[in-house]
């Protein structure tokens, strides 16, 4: 089935709810075309497409809940998923943190997030666009190994209150790791749009090939804290790990980063430099996303970290109810800002210091102090008076996003990259480069 | 409350674990996991239906899975069901070799028609990429071997045990904790089934019927004056086993000199959340490390993390091929280490098998899903890296004739690709106890469970934490320890094994979520050891102040 319209979906949707028998039904459908090619050694491994729209139906007697899907649209179909729905209802304990639907939500403009160019990405779009990244890669003794993959979708949601969201989305997501044939250097780049127009695989391969030729014979340096630049991936790494912690019950239960020391959270408190700023928007231009959340919520700016301070955590509908404030719907974007500098002004005004193109494997260690251990990979350098001096071998490093933001340089300029999830568009950041004092690393590693 | 009949479906949540949507499936009803929608007769003429059309499309070679993968999760916190899924996912792959390039393609439409027409789009597909392709597929030969089956040796289908049951053993597991002290917990039992046809153009027809069961939990103990808080993870593993495992055999259960009991072959939920409870408390107060050098004691549902790791996917070929260099990476193991025959992995003491039949085992199957009977091989003999994992398309670059068979998908819906076997420490051979090993540690730590883990993406340097650790002293348990992990090379950490517990003391770690390839799918993998002793590892402090 092709992505729907918002008619289309309201019409089955309304449906739906016409065949309730319960106190209350909230549906959603939702559908999703994609795509990928995966390739290495410097040929194509695989390819494929998948498509799939789903209804799922949750009805309500009291607190007790049932849920049921289907991919069947016609009306005797629908009939049986939402009587399904309620027989589950009906035989479900009750559940006390069950929250009724919620009334129609002011959702506010619908952002760009679905773009016609991006829906129409072909199979042969994307043998060209890993044979882009391929043959030039040949060409100078690299291999390459990539993966490229699209999406375009849609999301719906309709309930007894009187509620009805809709919003489609594309995505392209773009990875390529080169690797030197000699085996001693490698480069990575990844690229994420809504609009694949904005992508351009050649460009992005010729990035990670110049990486992996400059980073070859790696020298050894010996572990320690050093000065980081930090580019706007590896940055993005540590500090979503960070905004995925900011959950509000877990602070008010003491088991979070956020819980304070006597009883109580961090809201409101300074925890990193002041000239930390994060918040989530789903009108920006660069990242635009769904402007509601699964639950109905409607999505608005929200500063997450302002000037250094918990602006806001996270409440879900229920937690929210316990502690009488206002439920969060959860972030689909994040920004934070940056400032002008680039890679090449932040290596100028680097004394002695590493460069870092991205992370790997990281793992939490302590969720007290939100420690990380994990380790740089595919182009890592060694900076000295302003400039790049050499390639090092790869770190393991051991560190706090927190502590990290309280080590703060400088802000360079912002690039969107994706959160992990896929190529949905909803899961994107914005986020600077960062040069950061005292970053630890802890061991070496050989690995290239 | 008629528990009984309850089934929830979707929507709860399952705890934050990222959990692959396409390896889940749909929702269905308790009962309808215990149908049987196809008989093998059935399936066997469909699954002709994908090799007749291959074979005249031009394909030289062709498999088809019928599958249908059934799981049920059960998450609980505190005194209430969190969430309880249902879902069955049922469907057909086909795979076929044509101008000697793959081609895969697969469907939910379990018909003539539709495998019909499935099989036609993989032959497609292969042709068009055909053109990409530098060197044909060659496949180890593999013989057909008829008509045959294998089954999980259950003795009781979990999914047969009613919801009820299940839950009030989750609810009582969490109210043990909390008697026991501590603040918060939460118990999860996840379930799968996968009901496995697979056909090819070799003259294979194999039913295969997999059954796995994990129970764990998460206890945290807080303490608001100090702001600290403390958790301990659950010491079962996941196990291909039925629902046996939940009913607890004193047989099975292991004392440690640290009051702690540990499980093998069936596990007590309700004692080790009780136990849970009483070391996470102990953790709130206990010493934090000081860093250095120790000899580690490490226990086998810790050092199966370790041995899957640092073995299990270094010894992929594919990774050493280069086939994961843009995702999980590549590997510091090379054909050239291999051949050579004096590449020293680790110490004399070190022999670690690949074993796709080891009882109880998550790996455990009858055939692979390209239709390779299992078998046990080894890795590492007494030391000497002496074989890689590899599958029919990719064992000759290794000069060998014979898969290895340990081809799996997660899924009808996913192409079957290289996956890691049970990966074992073989035990001592020698009669040694973990009473005896401790008594013979002066400065040292004792590591039980699962905790942190990360290494790099060609498997050098790895850190890893666990659930509970003990100070060793002058042969003696000196109490808990906070804040260590330790940091190590593969090659020098395997030859720094200077002793191993022998049999009595083997126990199967797992891995039920294990990540590869892009898209990326899930398999399930156990390692079995007895506990190890490591000699003079680098330990530092994790502790930190924010």
């Given at each position: ?43 194509v491994?695989t ?5 799939n ?14 849920n ?41 403009a ?18 060209q ?39 489609k989305?594309?995505?392209?997501d ?43 014979n ?22 979503g ?7 509000a ?28 700023n ?34 806001n ?27 002008t ?29 939100l ?34 933001l ?5 802000l ?13 568009g ?19 590693s050989?690995?290239? | ?18 959990l ?51 799981n ?34 697969s ?12 099989t ?45 049951e299940k ?23 996840f ?44 010491m ?19 004392a ?31 010493k ?9 004691v ?11 790791e ?60 390209e ?6 091989w ?22 060998q004739?014979?898969?290895?068979g ?38 040292g ?31 003696q348990?000196?109490g ?9 090379n ?32 899930v398999?399930?993998?156990?390692h ?19």
């Amino acid at each position: 089935m092709a992505i729907l319209s918002k008619e289309e979906t309201k019409k089955i949707l309304e449906k739906v709810i016409g065949f309730s028998k319960a106190d209350g039904i909230e549906a959603n459908l939702n559908g999703n075309d994609g795509g990928n090619i995966r390739y290495a050694r410097n040929s194509v491994s695989t390819s494929g497409e998948d498509s799939n729209v789903s209804l799922n139906v949750q009805s309500y007697f009291g607190k007790k809940v049932g849920n049921a899907s289907i991919n069947e649209f016609d009306d005797a179909s629908l009939e049986k998923v939402v009587r399904r729905s309620e027989e589950l209802a009906k035989l479900a304990p009750e559940n006390p943190e069950f929250m009724e639907p919620l009334a129609q939500q002011t959702y506010g403009a619908e952002p760009k997030t679905f773009i016609e160019s991006t829906a129409k990405i072909t199979p042969e779009y994307r043998a060209q666009a890993a044979a882009d990244s391929i043959l030039p890669a040949s060409k100078k003794d690299i291999t390459a190994a990539g993966f490229l993959e699209d999406s375009r979708g849609f999301g719906s949601l309709m309930n007894n209150k009187g509620a009805f969201a809709y919003n489609k989305s594309t995505g392209v997501d773009f990875t390529v790791t080169m690797r030197s044939n000699d085996g001693t250097g490698s480069g990575w780049v990844a690229r994420n749009f809504n609009d694949v127009s904005k992508l351009n695989t050649a460009e992005a391969s010729a990035i990670a090939m110049e990486k992996a030729l400059q980073s070859r014979n790696a020298k050894a340096i010996e572990p320690g804290k050093y000065t980081v630049i930090l580019e706007p991936n590896a940055a993005a790494d540590l500090l979503g790990l960070m905004l995925f912690a900011m959950n509000a019950r877990q602070a008010d239960e003491g088991r979070s980063f956020l819980s304070k020391k006597g009883g109580g959270t961090k809201l409101g408190e300074k925890i990193v430099d002041e000239r930390v700023n994060i918040y989530t928007d789903p009108w920006h231009e660069e990242v635009p996303t769904g402007n509601w959340a699964g639950n109905g919520l409607a999505r608005k700016r929200m500063d997450l970290i302002k000037n250094g301070t918990v602006a806001n955590m996270i409440y879900d509908r229920y937690w929210a109810s316990q502690k009488n404030t206002e439920p969060t719907p959860f972030p689909g974007n994040r920004i934070m800002e940056g400032g002008t500098a680039s890679i090449e002004d932040m290596i100028k005004d680097t004394k002695r210091g590493v460069l870092v193109t991205r992370f790997w494997y990281i793992r939490a260690v302590d969720p007290q102090t939100l420690l990380y251990t994990g380790l740089t990979r595919d182009g890592t350098f060694y900076i000295e008076n302003g400039k790049i001096k050499h390639p090092i071998k790869n770190f393991r490093f051991n560190e706090s996003p927190i502590i990290m933001l309280n080590n703060l340089e400088t802000l360079g300029k912002q690039m969107r990259v994706a959160s992990g999830g896929g190529p949905g568009g909803g899961g994107s950041s914005l986020i600077p480069a960062v040069k950061i004092r005292d970053f630890t690393f802890s061991s070496l590693s050989d690995a290239v | 409350m008629k528990r009984r009949d309850f089934v929830q479906l979707a929507g709860l949540g399952l705890g934050g674990l990222a959990l692959p949507i396409s390896a889940i499936g749909n929702p269905v009803s308790i009962e309808a996991l215990l149908e049987v929608p196809l008989t093998v007769s059935q399936k066997k003429q469909l699954a002709d239906v994908a090799l007749n059309t291959a074979k005249s499309a031009g394909a030289t070679y062709a498999d088809v899975r019928i599958g249908r993968y059934l799981n049920q999760f059960i998450n609980t916190r505190e005194k209430r069901v969190q969430g309880i899924q249902s879902t069955e996912s049922f469907g057909v792959g086909v795979r076929v070799i044509a101008k000697g390039t793959w081609g895969f393609a697969s469907t939910n439409d379990v018909s003539p028609d539709g495998i019909k027409k499935a099989t036609e789009r993989a032959i497609a597909i292969a042709k068009a990429n055909s053109k990409f392709q530098t060197e044909p597929v060659r496949l180890a030969p593999v013989k057909g071997y008829g008509e045959v089956t294998w089954n999980t040796p259950i003795q009781k289908n979990a999914f047969e045990v009613p919801v009820s049951e299940k839950v009030e053993l989750l609810l009582s597991a969490n109210a043990a904790a909390q008697n026991g002290g501590a603040n918060f917990a939460s118990s999860n039992l996840f379930q799968v089934n996968e009901q496995k046809y697979f056909a090819s153009t070799d003259g294979s027809y194999i039913d295969q019927d997999i059954h796995r069961i994990w129970p764990t939990f998460t206890v945290n103990v807080i303490d608001r004056a100090s702001g600290k808080f403390k958790s301990r993870d659950a010491m079962s593993a996941p196990m291909g086993m039925g629902y046996e495992y939940m009913i607890p055999k004193a047989e099975d259960k292991l004392a440690t000199p640290m009051g702690m009991v540990l499980y093998r072959n069936s596990y007590d939920i309700i004692e080790d959340a009780t136990t849970a409870a009483r070391q996470a408390k102990e953790m709130i107060s206990a010493k934090s490390v000081e860093p250095g050098k120790y000899d580690l004691v490490l226990e086998p549902n810790h050092l199966g993390l370790t041995i899957h790791e640092s073995v299990g996917h270094p010894l992929e070929l594919d990774r050493i091929l280069g086939y994961e260099a843009n995702y999980a990476g590549t590997s510091f193991a090379s054909i050239e280490k291999l051949k050579s025959g004096t590449f020293n992995y680790g110490s004399k003491q070190v022999t670690i098998f690949a074993d796709k039949t080891q009882p109880g085992s998550l790996g455990a199957v009858g055939y692979d899903d390209e239709g390779v009977q299992c078998k046990r091989w080894d890795l590492i003999k007494d030391g000497i890296l002496v074989n890689f994992q590899a599958i029919r398309d990719q064992v000759h670059m290794l000069g060998q004739t014979e898969s290895h068979g340990c081809c799996y998908s997660q899924s009808w819906s996913d192409v079957q690709f290289q996956r890691m076997p049970n990966v074992s420490l073989a035990p001592g051979k020698d009669p040694y106890s973990i009473d005896q090993m401790i008594k013979d540690v002066e400065k040292g730590i004792y590591i039980a469970g699962r905790g942190s883990y990360s290494i790099d993406q060609q498997r050098y340097n790895f850190q890893f934490g666990g659930t509970v650790f003990y100070e060793i002293k002058n042969g003696q348990i000196a109490g808990m320890l906070n804040d260590v992990a330790y940091q190590s090379n593969t090659q020098e950490f395997w030859n720094s094994c200077v002793k191993i517990c022998d049999d009595r003391d083997y126990r199967l770690f797992g891995s039920f979520f294990d990540g590869k390839g892009q898209p990326s799918q899930v398999s399930a993998v156990s390692h079995g050891s007895s506990t190890a002793r490591f000699n003079g590892v680098n330990v530092i402090n994790t502790g930190r102040t924010i």
